[in-house]
């Protein structure tokens, strides 16, 4: 049929396939590393004993961990969790490993 009219008309159904999650890794980090000052949220990476200062928009909440918008930092990179209102950009550090339990 030549020039049918394909639009959706009273009486008609249509089955529909809405994707809402999108299956791609997330970075999260512990909630307690985040440091939020003056309306801001800051974590801390901590890379060769120096200190990164990234402002974020902490994403959904897992409980003690906390998405990190993509491309703020990277899986496996060290964040501080202690001491944060003392830290600045560029500050030398000496990072602990995170005691367990």
Request: without cysteine; charged residues 25%.
């Amino acid at each position: 049929m030549a020039g049918a009219d394909s639009r959706l008309k009273p009486g008609m159904f249509v089955q529909v396939r809405l994707v809402t999650d999108r299956n791609e890794s997330i970075v999260t980090v512990p909630k307690q590393a985040i440091h939020n000052v003056a309306g801001l949220s800051k974590v801390f990476v901590i890379r060769d004993g120096t200190v990164t200062e990234h402002k974020i928009s902490p994403g959904i909440d897992f409980g003690d961990w906390v998405e990190i918008p993509a491309g703020t930092i990277q899986a496996g990179d060290k964040v501080a969790i202690s001491r944060l209102g003392m830290l600045t950009q560029g500050a030398k550090v000496q990072a602990e490993p995170a005691r367990k339990g």
